[in-house]
């Protein structure tokens, strides 16, 4: 299976300040014959259902604000956010679809300083 | 709108069975494939597979084979996820969630999750 290994697991940012978190794979998760990334960003709000953020690395889902960005390839991924608002506190989670079965990185919680 | 609306929560003695629905709206549902998602209390999100709409044919990650069955109703937009011998281990959320059929875009819309308790 492929592993995704999120970092850090938490971490607390200022409002309006940029938010990084990161996600690396055990294994490529780049199909070669289209260049395209197999790697997905969630958001999960506490008792809500996970939302889609980003799929392909860098696509943003319709409606995501352009404040999130996804970026990297291969193995090493990254979710940005720019200008941390209020209701962005959240978990989040990266998750590979380029093989069966797919796997979730354990979650980086994103919180207020 | 595509809506994915799930039954409600249940509460199971060990050893009993539960089936699950998530009724699907608002799209075509035999062009999307429906994956099923475990997240235990306080832990985080478990895949446990999905079923492709169009031919039926289910498939299971490691540690969900055995007990676990995903099956259809396409005249209903349904699909279902039924349990078996329910463990104390089996206490999460469930959540259905809709993908293309080639699993290559993400899931891009969730139902709102069922909470499965199981508790002597």
């Known amino acids: 299976d492929i592993v995704m290994t999120q970092s850090p697991d938490s971490l607390a940012v200022s409002l309006g300040e940029r938010a990084t978190i990161y996600c690396k794979s055990s294994?490529?998760?780049?199909?070669?014959?289209?260049?395209?990334?197999?790697l997905a960003w969630y958001q999960q709000k506490p008792g809500q259902p996970p939302k889609l953020l980003i799929y392909w690395a860098s696509t943003r889902e319709s409606g995501v604000p352009d404040r999130f960005s996804g970026s990297g390839s291969g193995t090493d991924f990254t979710l940005t956010i720019s200008s941390l608002q209020a209701e962005d506190v959240a978990t989040y989670y990266c998750q590979q679809h380029y093989r069966t079965p797919q796997t979730f990185g354990q979650g980086t919680k994103v919180a207020i300083k | 709108q595509v809506q994915l609306v799930q039954s409600g929560s249940e509460l199971k003695r060990p050893g009993a069975s539960i089936k699950v629905s998530c009724k699907a709206s608002g799209y075509r549902f035999a062009g999307f494939a429906i994956n099923w998602v475990r997240q235990a209390p306080g832990q985080g999100l478990e895949w446990m597979g999905w079923i492709n709409t169009s031919t039926g044919k289910p498939t299971y990650a490691q540690g969900f084979t055995g007990r676990f069955v995903f099956s259809l109703d396409t005249s209903l937009g349904t699909a279902y996820l039924q349990i078996s011998r329910l463990r104390a281990e089996d206490t999460a959320v469930y959540y259905c969630?809709?993908?293309?059929?080639?699993?290559?875009?993400?899931?891009?819309?969730w139902g709102q999750g069922t909470l499965v308790g199981v508790s002597s």
């Open positions: 294994q490529t998760v780049l199909l070669s014959s289209n260049n395209k990334n197999y």
């Open positions: 969630a809709r993908d293309t059929q080639w699993l290559d875009r993400g899931l891009d819309f």
